[in-house]
């Protein structure tokens, strides 16, 4: 896939859940671009691969140990981030984790429902409050936030009701902060992916399926049955779409929720 060149030289981007699928093809684009990148993540290990993965020729990423879902931490992360750049220009929330799914809405526990918030809404508000505070710090306010939901979050998903709704509540979110902060200098939208080839997805299928690969397998042809294109996104496809949305290209829209599923939902929207 070619992909259109942009210029972020010497920017500074935060990428949660930077370390592997989605999250990592962002990171990548955003270094080629001249960025300085912020990689978050809770696997050390994970991080270390995504370090190398990101091409020598661009800036050195940086990557902060952090697990989203937990307040004190994600001010770490923040503090942090103040003592190393000082700023911060663009940010993208991509943390989230598969809690919340594989049972129906009457089989998950009190304790589920709030893993599942905390992990796929809760963190995402928790870096919105400190992204939007360091962007209007700036002598003159200004920056961009893009959020990634899901298309579980433009309805509902049998068998991952809780995941679902936390990831419409990005979107809400998203789109009420957006309002808020139209005549700051801060832009605010949404990507919302379908099905992607990312390690997220094939997790997703285990969980569904157990080790039963056969049964994965028919999972996964059940997604494609409902993807027009009849193949799984490339990260690197939803990662595009988030960088447009960065750029100056994007400076008239915000508030808005871009749907990459290879017209998955487009029967339904």
């Given at each position: ?64 140990q952090t697990d989203n879902s937990q307040p004190e931490s994600v001010l ?50 928790l870096c919105m409050q400190q992204e939007i505070r360091m962007m209007l ?133």
């Amino acid at each position: 896939m070619e992909q259109v060149k942009y210029d972020f030289q010497d920017k500074v981007v935060l990428v949660t859940g930077g370390t592997s699928g989605i999250g990592l093809a962002t990171a990548q684009q955003f270094a080629q671009a001249g960025a300085k990148v912020i990689l978050t993540g809770r696997d050390a290990a994970k991080a270390e691969h995504a370090l190398r993965a990101i091409s020598p020729t661009a800036h050195a990423a940086h990557y902060i140990q952090t697990d989203n879902s937990q307040p004190e931490s994600v001010l770490d992360l923040f503090s942090e981030i103040r003592k190393v750049y000082g700023t911060l220009d663009y940010a993208v929330n991509n943390a989230a984790d598969t809690q919340g799914i594989g049972a129906p809405l009457h089989g998950f526990e009190i304790s589920e429902f709030d893993m599942a918030m905390a992990a796929n809404l809760k963190g995402v508000w928790l870096c919105m409050q400190q992204e939007i505070r360091m962007m209007l710090d700036k002598t003159t306010p200004a920056g961009a936030i893009v959020n990634v939901s899901s298309v579980n979050g433009l309805g509902g998903a049998p068998m991952g009701s809780l995941y679902a709704a936390a990831k419409a509540g990005v979107i809400a979110l998203s789109k009420s902060a957006a309002q808020e902060l139209a005549t700051a200098g801060i832009r605010i939208n949404v990507v919302a992916p379908g099905a992607h080839d990312t390690p997220m997805l094939r997790h997703a299928f285990e969980v569904q399926a157990g080790k039963d690969f056969e049964k994965q397998q028919q999972i996964k042809e059940a997604y494609l049955s409902f993807i027009p294109q009849k193949r799984l996104g490339e990260p690197a496809e939803a990662a595009s779409a988030i960088l447009w949305l960065c750029s100056d290209a994007a400076g008239f829209v915000t508030g808005h929720t871009m749907i990459v599923d290879g017209g998955m939902s487009s029967m339904v929207r």
